[in-house]
């Protein structure tokens, strides 16, 4: 049971990347869409009693994940390798934890966070790629 996340199964940055891009979330957005997983994975790993003990430090900090603060070849996309390191943290974590009302429940408050974000997108548009394109070592 892994939802319909841009960071389920296989993904990898690159497929992360592509779902901000056809969302056209801006900079400020993505970074919007990171933390709203990344506060309901911290709310419900502290709820939880065995994850608490086990799991909370590597929630305390912010972003989360070895590629924290690291934008690699993705040009104005850095939260993609960020969302990767922590929706596989989720994915692989919390996920096996939630049964079928509680993962039909995420499915849809996801879906609406993600529907007011595209609404946001299309008020203020991301800005044009830069010349040297959206790929490049950094």
Not at 91 to 98: A, D, Q, R, T
Not at 103 to 113: A, G, K
Request: glycine share 6%; with cysteine; net charge negative.
């Amino acid at each position: 049971m892994s939802g319909h996340f841009p960071f389920s199964g296989k993904a990898n940055r690159v497929a992360v990347f592509a779902f901000f891009e056809d969302l056209g979330l801006s900079l400020e957005l993505q970074e919007r869409y990171y933390r709203w997983w990344h506060e309901w994975a911290r709310s419900f790993v502290l709820k939880d009693p065995d994850l608490s003990c086990t799991k909370a430090v590597e929630l305390s900090g912010y972003p989360f994940g070895q590629h924290a603060h690291g934008n690699f070849h993705l040009h104005d996309y850095m939260w993609a390798t960020p969302m990767l390191d922590l929706g596989k943290f989720i994915e692989n974590v919390i996920f096996p934890k939630l049964d079928e009302h509680a993962m039909h429940d995420l499915e849809r408050q996801h879906d609406q966070m993600v529907a007011q974000l595209s609404q946001e997108a299309t008020q203020h548009p991301r800005p044009a790629p830069p010349e040297i394109g959206r790929y490049r070592h950094t």
